[in-house]
C-alpha cells in the first residue's frame, strides 16, 4: 500500500489494519490496483485476467469491482439518452467511492461506452488517484450499423456480405474517438483505442496496461499531471485534424475543468480559422444561441438555411416525428435535453429519406459530419433556460456558416418573458 497517496486518518487505519492482520507496515512498495469492469462481465473478463497477472507481475495487488454503464441502461430503455450527464455524475461518485472504500493507489477503467468512461475518469481525478483506461476494443457505431442494415434491405449487401464488411472495414477503425484522445493524453495504452474487440493486440495491451499502471501508482501519477494546457491544446488540434469527433472533445472538456483548466467554448473555432485554410468547423452564434454552437460541413452541405423551429425535448421524439412524415419542407429541428448524445443517427435517416437539403438540425449534443446542415454543442444548453432552451414551435431560424451566424426573429425581450415563465427547464435531471 502507498501510504503517500491517503490522508493521515486513513495511514492510520490502513496501518493498524495490516498490524491485526500480520502484514508488514512498511509495505509503501506494494500499491494495491482496483480493476472496475464498467462493461459487459463476460466480454471483459478476458481482459481483466490479463490485467491482473499484468500488475501482478510488479508485484502489487489487484481486486475487480464490477460497475453500471450507461450502454446497457440505454439498451434497456433508449429514453435514458437524456440523463447521460446525471449518468456521468453517477459513475464519478462510484469511482470516487471505490477509490476510498479499498484505499486503492491506482485505478484500471475497462470500458467500451465514453460516457461511463468520462464520469469514472472524474472520480479518480477528485480522488487524486492514479489511472488508466482500457477500452474494450472497436466495434461499429450505431450510424455505421444503421448504414449496412440500409444496404442490405436495397439488396446491395446480403446478410453474410453485411457481416464481412462489418468486421474487417468498420472494426478496426470505428472505436470511439474519445479512447483516441484519452491515448493522445496518456490516460489509455498506447495501441487501445485502435485494438480490434477480443484480439491478441488487445489482450496483450492488457497485459502492459496492467503493468504500467503500478507505476503510475509508484510514481503517483494522477491524471491531473496529464489535464495541462498543453494536452488541452493537443486534443483540439487533432479534433481539428479530423482524427476526434466534437462529442469525445466536449466530453474530455468536462476532465479539464474539473482540473481547473479553462476550456472557452469558443476556443475550437478560433483555432479553425487559424491553423486551417479552408475550415470544416465553423462556429456560429447569435440571438438563438447566446454561447454559440458549431456547425461540420461537407462540399455538398447547404450553406445555409432558413425555416420554422419544430421543438423536441428528446431524440426519441424527434425521430419518431420524422418517420411519421409530419415534417414540412423548410422545417429546423430543434432537439433539446441532448448534452452528452450523439444525434447523428437522426441525420442518417434524414438522408435516407432524400432530404438533406429540406431539414436541419439544431442541438446541445453533438452530431458528426454527413451532409444535413446541424448545428451542434450549442450552449447555454437546455438547462440554462436562456436563448436556446426557449425556442418555440414556429419561431422563424436562420443558420448561415458563412457569416458564423444563428439567429431567431424573437425580439431580446420576448425571450426574456419566455424565461420568466419557463420553470422546467431551470431544474437540473437526476435519475
Not at 462510484?94 to 461511463?116: F, H, L, P, Q, R
Not at 491524471?223 to 469525445?248: S, W
Not at 419561431?395 to 431580446?412: C, M, P, Q, W, Y
Request: hydrophobic share 40%; with cysteine.
Amino acid at each position: 500500500m502507498n501510504f503517500n497517496t491517503l490522508s493521515p486518518t486513513a495511514k492510520m487505519l490502513k496501518k493498524l489494519g495490516n498490524y491485526s492482520t500480520g502484514q508488514p507496515v512498511a509495505s509503501n512498495d506494494v500499491p494495491n490496483i482496483a480493476i472496475i469492469n464498467a462493461c459487459d462481465i463476460l466480454e471483459g473478463k478476458k481482459l481483466v485476467e490479463n490485467l491482473v497477472c499484468g500488475i501482478k507481475s510488479q508485484g502489487a495487488s489487484a481486486f475487480v469491482h464490477n460497475a453500471p454503464y450507461f450502454g446497457f441502461c440505454n439498451k434497456i430503455n433508449p429514453l435514458t439518452a437524456k440523463y447521460a450527464e446525471s449518468f456521468r455524475r453517477v459513475s464519478a461518485a462510484t469511482a470516487d467511492a471505490i477509490i476510498k472504500s479499498n484505499m486503492a493507489d491506482g485505478v484500471v477503467i475497462v470500458a467500451d461506452c465514453d460516457i461511463t468512461t468520462a464520469g469514472l475518469l472524474h472520480g479518480c481525478l477528485t480522488a487524486n488517484c492514479p489511472a488508466l483506461v482500457l477500452p474494450l476494443g472497436a466495434v461499429a457505431p450505431y450510424d455505421t450499423a444503421l448504414k449496412i442494415m440500409g444496404k442490405v434491405t436495397r439488396g446491395e449487401l446480403t446478410t453474410s456480405q453485411s457481416e464481412d464488411v462489418l468486421r474487417n472495414e468498420y472494426l478496426p477503425k470505428s472505436q470511439s474517438t474519445y479512447f483516441t484522445l484519452l491515448e493522445n493524453i496518456g490516460l489509455c495504452a498506447a495501441g487501445a483505442s485502435t485494438n480490434k474487440r477480443a484480439s491478441g493486440a488487445q489482450l496483450l495491451c492488457a497485459l502492459q496496461t496492467g503493468e504500467k499502471v503500478v507505476q503510475y501508482a509508484k510514481s503517483i501519477l494522477s491524471p491531473k499531471k496529464f489535464l495541462t494546457k498543453n494536452t488541452y491544446t493537443q486534443v483540439v488540434e487533432l479534433t481539428l485534424a479530423g482524427k476526434a469527433k466534437l462529442d469525445a472533445l466536449d466530453l474530455i472538456y468536462k476532465l479539464f475543468n474539473a482540473n481547473d483548466i479553462k476550456t472557452p467554448h469558443e476556443y475550437l473555432g478560433e483555432r479553425a480559422v487559424k491553423t486551417v485554410p479552408t475550415p470544416r468547423i465553423v462556429r456560429t452564434s447569435g440571438s438563438a444561441c447566446g454561447g454559440g454552437g458549431y456547425v461540420q460541413y461537407l462540399d455538398t452541405t447547404p450553406p445555409s438555411f432558413s425555416g420554422k423551429a419544430w421543438v423536441y425535448q428528446s431524440l426519441e421524439d424527434a425521430d419518431r416525428a420524422l418517420l411519421g412524415g409530419s415534417l414540412p419542407s423548410g422545417a429546423v429541428m430543434v432537439l433539446l435535453n441532448c448534452v452528452d448524445t450523439n444525434v447523428t443517427a437522426l441525420a442518417h435517416a434524414i438522408i435516407g429519406m432524400g432530404r438533406e437539403k429540406e431539414i436541419a438540425i439544431v442541438t446541445d449534443g453533438t452530431c458528426d459530419n454527413t451532409g444535413v446542415l446541424a448545428v451542434s454543442l450549442c450552449r447555454p444548453d437546455s438547462l440554462a433556460n436562456e436563448e436556446f432552451a426557449n425556442i418555440q414551435n414556429g419561431d422563424a431560424l436562420e443558420i448561415d456558416v458563412a457569416k458564423g451566424r444563428f439567429n431567431t426573429s424573437i425580439l431580446s425581450k420576448d425571450q426574456k418573458a419566455r424565461a420568466k415563465r419557463n420553470t422546467t427547464k431551470k431544474q437540473v435531471i437526476y435519475f
